[in-house]
């Protein structure tokens, strides 16, 4: 079993930045891809960035050039830095990942962006 703890959530200015961290526990074998869903109020949950563990990258057209996903293997931690965020961004985002072909989730964080 493996457990995902998300945090670095809060509320920020439009334009201000803000770094969300999401550590794995558990049996981490098998890494196989982690990344961040956003859900807004009223609306579906979307993918905002994503990175295999070859380090590929994959982002969102609406967070491309303001969000950069990376991770820190040694900490068991991945990272989800975003810049320039904008009202729109506002959503609970939660982290996922992907060992031993399994997928498992953490419990979300609030992010709010005032304007």
């Known amino acids: 079993q493996v457990q995902l703890v998300e945090s670095g959530g809060g509320l920020v200015q439009a334009g201000g930045s803000l770094r969300l961290s999401c550590v794995a526990s558990?049996?981490?074998?098998?890494?196989?891809?982690m990344g961040w869903y956003r859900q807004a109020p009223g609306k579906q949950r979307e993918l905002v960035a994503a990175?295999?563990?070859?380090?590929?990258?994959n982002y969102a057209d609406s967070v491309k050039g303001r969000f950069t996903i990376s991770g820190d293997n040694a900490k068991n931690t991945g990272y989800l830095q975003m810049n320039s965020l904008k009202p729109e961004d506002t959503a609970v985002y939660y982290c996922?990942?992907?060992?031993?072909?399994?997928?498992?989730w953490g419990q979300g964080t609030q992010v709010t962006v005032s304007s």
């Open positions: 996922y990942a992907h060992f031993s072909n399994r997928e498992y």
């Open positions: 990175i295999t563990s070859g380090g590929s990258t």
């Open positions: 558990g049996r981490l074998f098998s890494f196989n891809a």
